[in-house]
C-alpha cells in the first residue's frame, strides 16, 4: 500500500507568515509523529499523536507551532509568524501499534525555507 | 537527558568493503534502537530495529548489534555497494512509560561508496 505522503514537498514563506504543513499516514497506523531536521541541530522529535490526541508534545519549540490530528488519520503541523530559524525539512512518521514504540515509517518531508 | 552520538561523521570506501558505522547513547534504560538510511532529498527508511533484550539484528548484507549496559550500538555493511550511499542515523527510545515514544537521533553518518 501507500506509504507516508507529505504536502507541500517544498514551501517557501515569508517571515511573519502562518504555514501549515500537512502528513497522511499509512493508512490504519494509529501513531503519528513529527520531526524537524535542521542543518547544524540533526533530527529532533516535535510532537506525537496517539489517535488523535496528543500525549507527548514536549518537542514543540514555541507556542507558534501547533498541531492536530482529524479522525485519526491525516495531521496538520502549523507555524504561526514565521522565523528563519523554523527553516528546516519537518517529517513526519507513522507507525501501526497502540503502543507508540514499534517501527516508525517515515514522510519524504516537506522543506520550509522562511525568506 | 538522552545524548546520541554517531561517528565518524563522514566516510568515503571503495566497493566492495566491509565497514562499520558506530553509534553510542548516553542513557542505557533504552526500550529499543534502530538504524535509518537517509538518501538526499528524501525520507527515512528504516533498516533495522533491535529490541533491548536482544543483541543483534540481520538483513542481508546489514547486521547491527546492540550493547546495552555499554550504550553501544555498531551496523556492519558487508560488501559495499555504491548503492549503499547514503546518511545512516540511528535512534533510540527510551524505557516505555506510556507516552515515552519519542526516538532521538544520532547526528548520522554520510557514506560514501565508490567504484
Known amino acids: 500500500g501507500a506509504g507516508v505522503s507529505q504536502s507541500p514537498s517544498n514551501k517557501v514563506t515569508e517571515k511573519g507568515k502562518d504555514v501549515e504543513l500537512r502528513c497522511d499516514p499509512i493508512s490504519g497506523h494509529t501513531a503519528l509523529y513529527w520531526y524537524r531536521q535542521s542543518l547544524g ?10 489517535g488523535n490526541s496528543a500525549p507527548d508534545k514536549s518537542g514543540l519549540p514555541s507556542d507558534r507551532f501547533s498541531a492536530e490530528r482529524t479522525g485519526g ?3 496538520t503541523l502549523t507555524i504561526q ?3 528563519q530559524e523554523d527553516s528546516a525539512v519537518y517529517l513526519c512518521a507513522s507507525s501501526h501499534g497502540t503502543s507508540g514504540v514499534d517501527t516508525q515509517y517515515f514522510g519524504p518531508g516537506t522543506r520550509l525555507t522562511v525568506l | 537527558k538522552q545524548e546520541v552520538t554517531q561517528i565518524p561523521a563522514a566516510l568515503s570506501v571503495p566497493e566492495g568493503e566491509n565497514l562499520v558505522l558506530n553509534c553510542s547513547f548516553t542513557d542505557s534504560a533504552i526500550y529499543n534502537l534502530q538504524w535509518f538510511r537517509q538518501d538526499p532529498g528524501k525520507g527515512l527508511t528504516s533498516l533495522l530495529l533491535i529490541q533491548s533484550s536482544q543483541r ?11 550493547d546495552k549496559s555499554s550504550g ?5 555493511i558487508a560488501a559495499s555497494q555504491p548503492g549503499d550511499s547514503a546518511t545512516y542515523l540511528c535512534a533510540v527510545r527510551r ?14 553518518t554520510r557514506l560514501q ?3
Open chain 2, 56 to 66: 543483534e539484528q540481520t538483513s542481508g548484507r546489514l547486521n547491527a548489534s546492540l
Open chain 1, 41 to 50: 541541530q540533526g533530527l529532533e522529535f516535535l510532537i506525537y499523536f496517539q
Open chain 2, 113 to 115: 561508496v565508490t567504484l
Open chain 1, 73 to 75: 488519520s491525516v495531521s
Open chain 2, 95 to 108: 524505557v516505555n512509560t506510556g507516552t515515552a515514544s519519542k526516538l532521538t537521533f544520532g547526528t548520522g
Open chain 2, 72 to 76: 553501544r550500538s555498531t551496523l556492519y
Open chain 1, 81 to 83: 509568524r514565521t522565523q
